[in-house]
Every structure is written in structure tokens, then in C-alpha cells.
């Protein structure tokens, strides 16, 4: 390959880049928002939230970090903020003194369960231009990518 | 159109937004990290070097805001850093004793130069696995959703 080949190669991939980023980040600041105006809550939330209904036994900490792959220190505030709002537990784990489980409770089960249909038809509105048929097309584009 | 065909298509945005999402925080994750070891700046430092490089006369706090999309706060304290580190400059405004433009010094011009080479390198790197040839059809179906 030329030298001019690769710089259009990888001036390709830059333009790739930036355009995926620039989605990203449009339609997480149209969610973040609509959380925040019409849910009275987070996108971090959410998120603490949607990892919780996914794993019905509980998840420890670290566990429910990894998961999100954000910081402990970050989910430690979220999750006492949804104990606080009577939305998560926290549990004792038999044979571990130290450790805790979290939880949803029955009321989170189902504001999550709500929250999740709303988000679920913000997402459709959204991407109401984005064809079903074109889905499967994209996902393996970035695949590509990831 | 039936409702489970409705279903379906929110199902499916759904999923193209998940993997849209995952993409972005993956290489943006990568790159965050990498400004860290490999360059000792970070990716906001690097936005704000790049957004006062396609301004060549220099932007007004505002507009260097608008041009990142996050708040005039946040912004302030990457400029100050990068008039510490010589890379930035403030100008006064003619006629306009309350407004500065902000700009590049000559050093901020070549260092950001020598970490825009880079970062395309990185990007070059991270999607090798993505040919050139598909990016035109990625950016069409990118600009479905955006």
C-alpha cells in the first residue's frame, strides 16, 4: 500500500469515529434529559437499575461495578440514593460478614419495569428514521469496531 | 402494521442503540486511558485543543463552549490548566472589555498537532479491523439515528 492509501485509510477510521461518538453522544443527552424531566431521575440510575433486573439473586458491589464499568465509589452513591427511595436492598450474604448483595425491591421491579417501556419507545422515537431491516447491518458494522 | 411487528422494531432500535452505546464507551475508554499514560493529558484537554485548532482567530468562552457541548465550568478549568502548561492564550476582545477570545499559543498549535497524529494512529489502531471500504455505509446508517 501507498503512503496516501494509508492516510486515507485511517483518515477513514477517524471519520468513522467521530460520527459513531457524535451519535452517542446526541442521543444519551436527549435520554439523560428526558430521565431527568419527565422520570424525576438518571441515566446512572437506570443503569444501577436495569443491571439489578437482570440478576434476580443479587449482585455484590463489585459485581454490580464491573457491571456498569464505572467506579465503586460512583455506584456506592447511586445505590444508597435508590435505598433511600425504597427502589433497591441490600442484603447479608450467608458466610461473608463482610459482603452485601443489592437488590431491587418489589417496588423496583416494577418502576424499573415501567421505566424501562418509556425508555424502550424514547429509544424507537429516536431512531424512528433507522429502518428494523437496517438493524442487523449496523450491528455488524460495529461489530467491526468492538 | 401488527403489534407485535411494533414490538419488534422498538426491540431492534433498542439493541442498535445498546451497541451503538457499548461501541462508543469502549473506545472511548481505550483513548481516555491512553491520553492518561501515553500523552499526561486527557480527552477534554485534547477537545478543547482541537476545537481552538479549526479557529484560527481564536473563540469566545461561549463558543468554545457550544463548539464541546458541556458547560462554561467545566470548560474554564481545562483553559486555565492549558494556559498553565503555555498551550493557551487569552486575548482581549477590541471594543468588548468584558469578553476574551481564547487561542492556541505556537506551542499549543505544534503540540496539538504532534497528539492529533496520534490519536488518529490510535483510532487507525482500534479500528483495524473495520475497512475503509464499509465506513461510507456505517456513517449512512449513523445518519439514520443522528
Not at 32 to 40: G, I, K, S, V
Not at 59 to 74: D, I, P, T
Not at 84 to 107: F, K, S, W, Y
Amino acid at each position: 500500500m501507498s503512503t496516501s492509501t494509508v492516510t486515507t485509510a485511517s483518515k477513514e477510521r477517524l471519520r468513522a469515529w467521530l460520527k459513531i461518538l457524535k451519535t452517542a453522544r446526541h442521543i444519551e443527552k436527549e435520554l439523560r434529559e428526558r430521565f431527568r424531566t419527565e422520570l424525576d431521575t438518571t441515566l446512572p440510575r437506570f443503569d444501577v437499575m436495569s443491571a439489578l433486573s437482570r440478576a434476580p439473586d443479587g449482585l455484590k458491589m463489585h459485581e454490580l461495578s464491573s457491571a456498569l464499568r464505572v467506579s465503586n465509589g460512583n455506584v456506592t452513591g447511586i445505590v444508597d440514593r435508590l435505598v433511600d427511595n425504597g427502589l433497591v436492598q441490600r442484603q447479608a450474604v450467608q458466610g461473608d460478614r463482610r459482603a452485601q448483595l443489592i437488590c431491587l425491591t418489589p417496588l423496583g421491579i416494577t418502576t424499573f419495569g415501567d421505566q424501562a417501556r418509556i425508555h424502550e419507545a424514547w429509544v424507537d422515537e429516536l431512531l424512528t428514521d433507522l429502518p428494523p431491516s437496517d438493524v442487523e447491518q449496523l450491528m455488524d458494522l460495529l461489530d467491526l469496531v468492538h
